[in-house]
């Protein structure tokens, strides 16, 4: 859970007002670690995780 955190963390994006501008892109890419952890491979169409992304702070 704590990798899938970090993944939101890391890609969400927040305007000047400190409002995000990509939570469900956030989401997905936090969902992405997590159906890999499951599964063993990415779902169908998704890229995959950059080094970044995962980056625990």
Known sequence: ???CFAIFANVLE???QGEP???KYAE???ATWLYR???GELPPG???LEPWEC???
């Open 46 to 48: 998704e890229a995959d």
């Open 55 to 57: 980056e625990l702070h």
């Open 37 to 39: 952890y499951c599964t």
């Open 1 to 3: 859970m704590e990798i």
């Open 14 to 16: 927040l305007d000047d």
């Open 21 to 23: 501008t990509n939570e």
């Open 28 to 30: 997905r890419r936090a």
